[in-house]
């Protein structure tokens, strides 16, 4: 597994850049500069997910499947799924959105993380956080403008999706997509156009959250209502339903 970005220990991060961080969401100084993000290769693989909102039923399914395979720590979530009601009684209607983290090509977390402890495997283009490195200091967290990093209470280090690598590079499918009941979740190589996931999304108009920041994120969406898509998305944060 190669990494593509240089990784500080939490000793040389504390010496170097003496961050100050104040209360979740707050703003963070940084004494010095941050290490600017290397530019990486193409990835030969791309793996990504498509996720069709017809066929989601908001059984929480894949929320129960990643935090038991992930040890995810109660009261945070890698995957969730957003309930939405529009309208006025008794014109209602329930919009069911489900989310993680995007593994963005262009991730702010990773672009902004000052030890490396956030980084890209190069083979396929998956985003981690790196445990023995990151020292908690909450900037990926802030950075994230889809809500999809947290800190871990039990390791305090960050944490969020990383597609289950675990089971991805066994030939396995991500937890949340084996648990999935209504079959709302295809995942795969974006980079392979024979892929069941590059068939999905030839054949389907596709949006992606906050296209508009391009951030180039690797979940794509069908049938997902594009007033919730684009800048007027602060409902989406909230991880519960």
Not at 55 to 76: F, K, L, M
Not at 201 to 213: F, G, Y
Request: charged share 20%.
């Amino acid at each position: 597994m190669e990494k593509t970005q240089k990784s500080l220990t939490r000793r040389e991060f504390f010496l170097k850049f003496g961050a100050q961080v104040t209360g979740a969401g707050a703003g963070i100084l940084l004494v010095q500069e941050s290490i600017p993000a290397l530019a990486a290769a193409s990835p030969t693989k791309k793996y990504g997910m498509v996720i069709d909102t017809n066929r989601c039923i908001a059984c929480h399914g894949c929320t129960i499947a990643c935090t038991s395979e992930n040890n995810v720590p109660d009261g945070h979530y890698r995957s969730w799924v957003k309930i939405m009601s529009k309208g006025k009684y008794p014109n209602v209607s329930s919009h069911f959105l489900p989310r993680l983290c995007n593994n963005c090509e262009d991730a702010p977390c990773l672009n902004l993380c000052p030890t490396g402890a956030t980084y890209r495997t190069h083979e396929d283009g998956v985003v981690h956080v790196n445990r023995e490195v990151c020292v908690g200091c909450r900037i990926c967290v802030v950075a994230c403008p889809y809500g999809s990093c947290f800190i871990n209470p039990i390791t305090n280090t960050a944490d969020k999706c990383d597609f289950c690598y675990h089971r991805i590079t066994k030939g396995l499918k991500p937890a949340c997509v084996d648990a999935c009941t209504g079959k709302a979740r295809i995942f795969g190589d974006l980079n392979d156009p024979e892929s069941e996931i590059s068939h999905y999304i030839e054949n389907r108009s596709t949006q992606r959250l906050r296209a508009d920041l391009d951030t180039r994120p690797k979940v794509h969406y069908v049938n997902a209502d594009e007033n919730i898509m684009g800048p007027d998305y602060g409902k989406l944060l909230g991880r519960r339903s």
